[in-house]
């Protein structure tokens, strides 16, 4: 079975300043990876995902990811945020053995950026 | 192209009482899950379609939850009868099938169920 920690509920960050969300998993086969972010009453959109190749993910909106196999990490950065990235982000999961994809997403960290 | 609808936005019922969310997916996508996510929690799959076959309800509380793919398209999710822990967003995404998949899952802007 796999699962995703995210230790931070909340972050506050001043604007313009740079973040870290992290995001741990737990998995016993190899997996795909996401981050999702999520704005005040909408659904989740695809942030940037890493499926194989380079572990420097690079997102839109700025976002990059990191993904360490030792470490069982992928962390979501961006040197610089905005008033507009105040939202929930979720990492995410999916083993590459089961026939169809099975996500399992973390508990959310809620990004709150001050002006 | 026209993203994952979802209907109603906003319902308020009292307890016991049976209540139906509507999910109308991306065009040509294979895939639709129906996913539970209360507040402060993260999304929590109930059930995942592949067509109009369900490929698992491990999390679906049967006693209480059906839901039904018609045609390989739509997809309706049902509560009856609702119990106060059922408030919660019940998000709609869809995907293309795994060998033609990036891994990207659409997901809709969701229903949120009050249970008073």
């Known amino acids: 079975a796999q699962s995703v920690t995210q230790l931070d509920s909340q972050v506050p960050v001043f604007e313009e300043a740079p973040v870290e969300l992290r995001c741990n998993y737990s998995?016993?086969?190899?997996?795909?990876l996401f981050w999702y972010v999520q704005y005040p009453n909408q659904g989740l959109q695809l942030l940037l995902k890493?499926?194989?190749?380079?572990?420097l993910v690079k997102g839109i909106n700025g976002f990059e990811a990191e993904f360490n196999k030792s470490q069982t990490s992928f962390h979501l950065r961006k040197p610089s945020v905005h008033i507009s990235d105040t939202a929930e982000y979720f990492c995410?999961?999916?083993?590459?053995?089961?026939?169809?994809?099975?996500?399992?997403f973390g508990t959310g960290t809620r990004l709150k950026v001050l002006a | 192209e026209a993203g994952v609808a979802q209907s109603p936005r906003y319902k308020i019922i009292e307890k016991r009482q049976s209540v139906a969310f509507w999910c109308n997916p991306i065009?040509?996508?294979?895939?639709l899950y129906w996913y539970q996510q209360i507040l402060g929690q993260g999304p929590k799959l109930l059930i995942q379609?592949?067509?109009?076959?369900?490929?698992?309800d491990s999390q679906l509380p049967k006693d209480r939850f059906s839901a039904e793919r018609l045609k390989g398209v739509d997809s309706t999710l049902k509560i009856q009868p609702a119990k106060l822990e059922d408030s919660a967003v019940y998000l709609c995404?869809?995907?293309?099938?795994?060998?033609?998949?990036?891994?990207?899952?659409?997901f809709g802007e969701g229903s949120r169920l009050t249970v008073l």
């Open positions: 995404a869809s995907s293309l099938e795994r060998n033609a998949n990036t891994g990207e899952l659409f």
């Open positions: 998995s016993s086969v190899s997996v795909y």
């Open positions: 890493y499926l194989s190749g380079s572990t």
């Open positions: 995410a999961v999916t083993p590459l053995t089961s026939g169809t994809y099975k996500y399992i």
């Open positions: 065009s040509g996508h294979a895939t």
């Open positions: 379609f592949q067509n109009n076959g369900v490929v698992d």
